[in-house]
């Protein structure tokens, strides 16, 4: 997928952006119920069936008030990559507004958010050339002899920054012998350009207290709900071996509760500062790799 040019067919969408536990869900559902909307979940772990409460996926009250979209479809064997998740989405917007109905994109996860808008590769590519390094290149066994080649072609910082995403470094490689360039410095004069319009696009913005006691109702909630029960399930059947859905937040947490390590209390202690941090990463992510997002401060 080197090129992703724009899709002009689509209506205006929304989006609704911002850290965990900022409200996005509730604003995206308001939205959707006078818009004739429906809603795209944009956040990596919502994909994941068997942890709907410690992903905060939308509850089946709440999907029969307003179809959701990429929740709930995963298993754990399943690895969650952007490349998939863009395919995923484009043909949700598409269907969605085949039926005459307003996409509105909502989600925490900049990462996936970002290529959907701006495409997840603008650089040259060659199909051929792609085909051939594929064919080369993408099996575990080769991952080594592919990152030696990049290095030997002066490409030691995208082998530090890809490390093992066989992918990735793929990519970088076609760019290199295509160009004779680095893919990362042609990524940095690259501009990006939307690839949709936009009708509103928000991130969502709370004092530091005002986020710090949400994701401290929420996470004490999530617990009462039956979160460590679906944890201790969800660990069960390979969560913590699974290829991603392991970095769900909050289940390693768990997980040394019920080894009898920490305390109950010491649990909702530390899974509130590890959503802290992430919310914080979160909130620098939105601030500096979306400029179509406007800051919504909320009370």
């Known amino acids: 997928m080197a090129n992703n040019p724009a899709i002009p067919e689509a209506p205006p969408l929304i989006v609704i952006a911002g850290p965990t536990a900022s409200g996005k869900s509730s604003m995206a559902l308001q939205m959707a119920a006078g818009l004739n909307g429906e809603i795209i979940s944009v956040d990596s772990m919502q994909l994941y069936r068997i942890i ?28 969650s990559e952007v490349y998939t998740f863009v395919e995923m989405a484009e043909r949700c917007i598409a269907d969605i507004c085949r039926r005459g109905k307003q ?37 575990v066994d080769m991952l080594e002899e592919l990152q030696q080649r990049l290095i030997q072609l002066g490409d030691a910082a995208v082998v530090n920054k890809f490390t ?22 042609l990524q940095q004069e690259y501009q990006l350009r939307l690839r949709f319009s936009l009708d509103r696009a928000v991130y969502l913005v709370h004092d530091r207290s005002v986020l710090q006691q949400r994701i401290a109702l929420r996470t004490s ?10 944890a201790r399930n969800a660990i069960k059947c390979g969560l ?34 590890a959503t802290w941090q992430y919310a ?15 800051a919504l401060a909320l009370s």
């Open 240 to 273: 913590l071996e699974s290829p991603t859905a392991h970095q769900a937040l909050g289940y390693k947490i768990i997980k040394r509760y019920l080894d009898g390590e920490i305390t109950l209390d010491k649990l909702q202690e530390l899974i509130v500062t």
């Open 164 to 185: 093992n995403n066989r992918r990735r470094l793929i990519r970088a490689l076609e760019i290199r012998l295509m160009t004779g360039r680095s893919i990362l410095d």
């Open 52 to 79: 709907p409460i410690g992903t905060a996926q939308p509850t089946m009250q709440e999907r029969q008030l307003v179809p959701h979209h990429l929740v709930g479809i995963y298993e754990l064997e399943q690895r």
């Open 103 to 139: 996409p509105i994109l909502c989600g925490g996860t900049g990462l996936y958010l970002k290529a959907l808008l701006y495409g997840l590769d603008p650089l040259p590519g060659d199909d051929k050339l792609k085909k051939e390094l594929d064919t080369q290149y993408d099996s």
């Open 221 to 230: 909630e999530m617990l009462k709900n039956g979160w460590i029960d679906e």
């Open 280 to 294: 914080r990463r979160q909130q620098t992510w939105f601030r500096h790799q979306h400029p179509e997002l406007t």
